[in-house]
């Protein structure tokens, strides 16, 4: 390992740039401890193989950037249309375009309109309570999923089940909530659900139980595929931290 940090230096300053743009992507991504031991001591060459086997994976991660161009054009367009045609569907596209641009107040607007235009559509009342949890007013977004969940309690693979439980429990709503993520787990696996399922056991001081959820999520994540692992990354950070903190001291 000694002889490849030497050889790395015979392409100074070429080797340093290489290992410091892997160590910034690292501290950025967080993929595993052992890169930082093999960049460092790999030299060039360990910075290299963390370049192929961890950043250009990544990359494609960066498509939703690209996208976002083409989202804003789009958004300018639909803003337009609705101008001379105001309807339930351009107010949709335009909340989903919003959301997706993480203008979740927008989005909310958005789709206030389209309800208005046409209250019938399960989706748009889903997806303003989406954008009424990510904007943290959980009270409010209660309305939304309890009509959802009540004409599918399947909706979106049983997220909207998640979401409502989720709300129940941030809004003091326990009891409530606890069958609710029962009978979620039984259908939906994903590395989402298990979080916070686990998070709502250890609110109620269930920490045994919370540790189990947890570890079922990061057994998950040796499971997944490599991108799969990368899209789902933030859950098994989280899960992560909760471990830590469910741990005994």
């Not at 203008?103 to 989406?130: N, P, V």
């Not at 959820?213 to 994540?221: I, R, T």
């Amino acid at each position: 390992m000694p002889g490849l940090f030497r050889l790395g230096y015979l392409f100074y300053p070429w080797g340093f740039i290489v290992q410091l743009i892997a160590v910034v992507h690292f501290f950025r991504r967080r993929p595993g401890g052992f890169w930082l031991f093999v960049i460092f001591f790999g030299g060039v060459l360990g910075a290299f193989v963390y370049v192929v086997v961890e950043m250009l994976p990544d990359a494609g991660l960066l498509r939703n950037v690209y996208k976002g161009y083409g989202r804003k054009s789009r958004i300018t367009t639909v803003e337009t249309a609705i101008l001379d045609n105001p309807s339930a569907a351009n107010f949709e596209e335009l909340g989903e375009l919003y959301w997706d641009e993480g203008q979740y107040a927008k989005a909310r607007e958005a789709f206030d309109r389209a309800i208005s235009t046409r209250s019938d559509s399960q989706h748009c009342f889903y997806r303003r309570g989406l954008c009424l949890m990510a904007m943290d007013e959980k009270e409010a977004a209660l309305p939304d999923f309890e009509r959802v969940v009540r004409a599918d309690a399947k909706y979106d693979s049983y997220r909207a089940q998640l979401m409502l439980a989720e709300a129940y429990a941030a809004t003091g709503r326990e009891q409530e909530a606890a069958p609710l993520f029962a009978e979620v787990v039984q259908h939906s696996n994903t590395p989402e659900t298990l979080y916070t399922y686990a998070a709502f056991l250890k609110s109620q001081h269930r920490s045994e139980e919370a540790r189990e959820w947890v570890q079922q999520l990061l057994q998950k994540k040796r499971t997944l595929p490599r991108y799969w692992q990368r899209i789902e990354r933030p859950w098994f950070r989280r899960g992560e931290a909760l471990l830590k903190e469910l741990s005994p001291s």
